[in-house]
């Protein structure tokens, strides 16, 4: 089992399944799930408290690969965050709400919140963050009810924006 997985399996299988039709997709997402869960409870039984594991993503070039580390603590820490996002996707499997476009979010969300427990440097704890909130934001704009996209609009440009120094329309940082 790999590090690597709980990173990219939940991604890129959102991806895949956002062009199946919905009540496939469900049942393809709850396998994931599982294949997930089984994954994250080897690591945790193959790993010690004082020998880390590093693991490479992206090749042998120093620049261009990203440095997985994880040792006990770390693999508890993503195994809550693997149950976690499963439950919430078998709770809502029922729903209305629940079709391929938020399963996509569900997912892209999981894989990033797992990737800030494995990461090893701080500017990709950085990178999976914005997409964290990139991702959140999207959630909120999808939400047509109670004001969602109104909710989301600022939050969109502070999260993309790329300046600090001006605020983005409609935030009043001053009563």
């Known amino acids: 089992m790999s590090m690597v997985n709980l990173i990219l399996v939940p991604i890129l299988s959102g991806i895949l399944l956002y062009k199946f039709p919905t009540k496939i997709a469900k049942i393809l997402m709850l396998g994931v799930q599982a294949f997930l869960i089984v994954n994250v409870f080897a690591l945790i039984a193959g790993s010690s408290m004082t020998e880390p594991i590093y693991e490479f993503m992206g090749g042998d070039i120093p620049i261009l690969f990203i440095a997985l580390r994880g040792d006990r603590m770390t693999f508890i820490l993503a195994a809550m965050t693997v149950i976690l996002f499963a439950s919430a996707m078998v ?46 934001s999207s959630f909120m704009h999808a939400k047509k009810a109670h004001g969602g996209r109104e909710l989301s609009n600022p939050h969109l440009g502070l999260f993309t924006q790329g300046r600090t120094d001006t605020p983005p329309p409609n935030i009043r940082l001053v009563p």
């Open 91 to 136: 709770y809502a499997y029922f729903e209305d709400y629940f079709t391929n476009r938020y399963m996509l979010l569900f997912m892209v969300l999981q894989g990033a919140t797992s990737g800030i427990f494995l990461v090893d440097d701080i500017f990709t704890i950085f990178i999976f963050t914005t997409r964290n909130k990139i991702v959140i």
